[in-house]
């Protein structure tokens, strides 16, 4: 019995981990621009050098948002319309899981309903507490106007990261995040 409920349980957070891995995306865009007129794009050098991670997931990410802008059209340029800008952060993230446990279980000197003594019997029982840390990652991208000197669009990602041992699973996963935060560009304007 005890072997079955550890075994519910650890399924629960497994899918719950799962469940928990997709990319949470939002953007944000001035109303007043015309998307339209963005054609041409360059990397925003001084803002990608501040970036604090590794220089080979600073290229990933960058050649994901080349990938990205090619499929919409947008051409990388050394007189670009729009200068691209990605920065991140990281937090550290407890989620503390109380499971109960509801149904037969024994009981000894009164625990459960029924009467004192050892037996069986029904009810709320002792469950655990299961506690998990993880590293909330966020990745954003910024879309500068280049003529006006202003952020005309800016896409966020936010995911639990994992400690990718494997390059491809890690490469994958970069590319998700900038794929899911680049399909909110252009807007869908009202």
Do not use: H
Not at 5 to 26: D, G, K, Q, Y
Not at 58 to 73: F, P, Q, T
Not at 139 to 144: K, T, V
């Amino acid at each position: 019995m005890k072997i079955f409920r550890s075994t519910i349980i650890l399924s629960f957070l497994a899918a719950l981990m799962f469940s928990c891995s997709s990319v949470s995306i939002s953007s944000d865009y001035d109303k007043t621009v015309d998307f339209s007129q963005y054609k041409t794009y360059a990397f925003y050098k001084k803002g990608i050098d501040k970036l604090e991670i590794s220089d080979l997931d600073k290229r990933r990410i960058l050649r994901a948002v080349e990938s990205e802008m090619a499929a919409k059209g947008i051409e990388k340029s050394e007189d670009p319309d729009l200068l691209v800008n990605i920065f991140a952060k990281s937090k550290e993230r407890i989620d503390v899981y109380n499971n109960g446990y509801m149904g037969w279980y024994p009981w000894y000197y009164g625990w459960g309903w029924g009467g004192f003594g050892p037996g069986l019997g029904w009810g709320y029982g002792p469950g655990y507490t299961n506690v998990v840390q993880s590293t909330e990652g966020t990745l954003f991208i910024d879309l500068i106007d280049m003529k006006r000197k202003e952020l005309a669009w800016q896409g966020m990602g936010t995911s639990v990261l994992s400690d990718y041992k494997n390059v491809d699973k890690k490469e994958a996963k970069i590319n998700e995040f900038v794929n899911k935060i680049l399909t909110q560009y252009p807007p869908a304007l009202d």
